[in-house]
Nanobody, 121 residues
Framework: VQLQASGGGLVQAGNSLRLSCAAS????????MGWFRQAPGKEREFVAT???????YYADSVKGRFTISRDNAKSTVSLQMHSLKPEDTAVYYC????????????????WGPGTQVTVSS
């Protein structure tokens, strides 16, 4: 499975941004999908995950601000981000795994190359 994230950019604090991840080369509906992020000098951390039937789970730091969704017909997973904060600045990675929820990197079988999100204060 190949994953390609898009939609990153530079935004001011309080604004919104939507990330998308397109999957190819596999049966998208068979995979649990997730978003992770990595800030400079920090370890990669879990952001959100969505199961095969749409169950979702979020990191406490983004709960209530971010929404993950999937479109199996289009083989895409999205991350809608609202009320962005400077601490949300990171490279965001799309990932695919087998078992819900995927909250740790070793649980993921496939990774996309990442997209930069920068939130200015």
């Amino acid at each position: 499975v190949q994953l390609q994230a898009s939609g990153g950019g530079l935004v001011q604090a309080g604004n919104s941004l939507r990330l998308s991840c397109a999957a190819s080369g596999g049966t998208f509906s068979n995979y649990v999908m997730g978003w992770f992020r990595q800030a400079p000098g920090k370890e990669r951390e879990f952001v959100a995950t969505i199961g095969l039937r749409g169950s979702t789970y979020y990191a406490d730091s983004v709960k209530g601000r971010f929404t993950i969704s999937r479109d199996n017909a289009k083989s895409t997973v999205s991350l809608q981000m609202h009320s962005l904060k400077p601490e949300d600045t990171a490279v965001y990675y799309c990932a695919a795994g087998r078992n819900f929820p995927i909250t740790k990197a070793p649980q993921c079988d496939y990774w996309g190359p990442g997209t930069q999100v920068t939130v200015s204060s």
